[in-house]
């Protein structure tokens, strides 16, 4: 069965915030849950509804106590610890489950400016 594959627009609000957020989460994996083993495999799974996108992200790296992260000070502009507020920002539901496996789930519903730009 062939794959089918949506074309990301960054020109579009709702791709470019949805992409974000899973950048900033990914990245946060690679960087911190597998910092001490240097290495390995992160699982992406998106599911696309009318009006939605859900995204659900795992690990098997080191687990993190997501209430522990410090609001950063926007104001000094930190040149790390912004990933995880930008990723809140981008979406409209985040939530993080400490594993193992770590699971994180996204949720970017679309507004009716974005549906009406395609």
Known sequence: MAASFAVIDFRRRFDAELASAVSEIFNNIALHAYARSGHGEIVIELEPIPGCARVRISDMGERFDIH????????????????????FACVDVL????????????EKRARTEDRSRG
């Open 95 to 106: 939530h993080y489950q400490p594993g193992p496996p770590n699971v994180w789930w996204l």
């Open 68 to 87: 522990a992260v410090p609001v950063p000070d926007i104001a000094a502009l930190p040149e790390s610890g912004l990933g995880l507020h930008i990723a």
